[in-house]
């Protein structure tokens, strides 16, 4: 009979290495043992030679995996690849297990091609000091992932409610999605979207690091998805729907494409931004507060909102829908503004001029508090 592997010893680690000379070697094959079934010894050397999970399927019970395979001890892959194509419970509610992936190993989550079962950890911790690569369809969650390696997101795959704890570089390459979720946190170091890869963020906080989407790559802000206290660079898009999403004290270095769209909503608080496109889709809004937005264009065809010290300039701005100023220190410094619908200041807006500024085809300006134009020389 297959029989599902438990490992239950606080100290036990998984191998047949040294006892069966099967390279790789597949744990189905070396537990298909009859009854009686022999229990694995308390302390067993690690996996150096890599091997694979599968032929163990999670199910879902009352929409709870139920993984097959309960690690509480210690998973140690030393060498070669672990490829995981079956549900890893790495906890069993009272004691956490834990996998540790050392510098020039791999371990692998994908799918089964015989059961089309998918790889996933949920629980416990897992260490990464070499590669961890998701191939499609898999995911970890509700443990915590120290990454010290390199992380490769190929295909659709997710972090449910995971702790991050450490992020020395992440990659989405191309056709390759992962959703960060459910109240993930991150504390990042390099996180890549490559050409054709997307970056999902929903209830998630990413923060410190450098977050780069590489031209023709996506970043995703689903809703409550936040950005804080790092670095973002982006040659690509960035796509924000839904509300609840921030970039807070975030140093954007380059912007090719941002775009909030209908329903979406974006409060840059305090941060600045170099500028390429920015646009406000009808129906969705963009808040500056304490920001300054340098340079490129902005198109505003829902609701662009200065909170407070919320500056543009050296661009173009493009109001086709609603430009709402609040609180004091808000300004637009030597911006070229067109067909502006509707500005309403509630707060101080100072708008500097230089000879080549103007202020075009302006349908209604309302004034509760000041604004002010001051002339710059060239």
Request: hydrophobic share 35%; charged share 10%.
């Amino acid at each position: 009979m297959i029989v599902p592997v438990r490992f239950s010893s606080p100290t036990a680690a998984v191998t047949v290495v040294p006892l069966f000379s099967v390279t790789p070697f597949s744990v189905e094959s070396v537990l298909s043992v009859a009854v009686p079934i022999l229990p694995l010894p308390p302390s067993v050397p690690p996996l150096r030679q890599g091997g694979d999970f599968q032929g163990q399927a999670s199910v879902t019970i009352n929409e709870v995996i139920q993984a097959r395979i309960t690690n509480t001890g210690v998973i140690d892959v030393q060498g070669g690849t672990l490829n995981i194509l079956v549900g890893v419970a790495n906890t069993d509610g009272e004691t956490s297990g834990k996998i540790i992936v050392d510098i020039g190993s791999t371990m692998t989550l994908g799918t089964d091609s015989l059961t089309g079962a998918s790889g996933s950890i949920s629980g416990g911790t897992v260490t990464i000091n070499g590669t961890l690569d998701l191939h499609g369809n898999n995911f970890l969650n509700n443990g915590t992932l120290t990454n010290n390696g390199t992380f490769t997101v190929s295909s659709s795959n997710a972090l449910h409610h995971e702790t991050v704890t450490a992020n020395n570089m992440s990659e989405v390459i191309a056709g390759g999605v992962l959703a960060i979720d459910q109240a993930s946190t991150v504390t990042n170091g390099t996180t890549q979207a490559s050409s054709g890869g997307t970056l999902m963020l929903n209830a998630a906080t990413f923060t410190g690091g450098t977050v780069t989407s590489q031209s023709g790559g996506e970043i995703d802000l689903t809703g409550n998805a936040v950005l804080q206290s790092g670095s973002l660079g982006n040659a690509g898009t960035i796509v924000v729907t839904s509300t609840g999403n921030a970039l807070d004290g975030e140093t954007v270095t380059a912007n090719n494409m941002l775009e909030v769209m209908a329903g979406g909503a974006l409060t840059i608080d305090p941060s600045t931004v170099a500028n390429g496109t920015t646009q406000v889709d009808s129906g969705g809004t963009l808040t500056l507060n304490a920001t300054t937005m340098t340079g490129g264009t902005v198109d505003d065809e829902g609701t662009l909102q200065l909170t407070g010290s919320g500056i543009i300039q050296s661009g173009m701005l493009t109001n086709n829908g609603t430009f709402t100023v609040s609180s004091s220190g808000n300004a637009l410094d030597n911006e070229q503004v067109a067909n502006n619908t509707t500005l309403e200041v509630i707060g101080t807006l100072t708008r500097s001029i230089r000879p080549a500024s103007s202020l075009t085809a302006c349908t209604a300006v309302r004034g509760r508090r000041s604004i002010k134009l001051s002339a710059k020389q060239p």
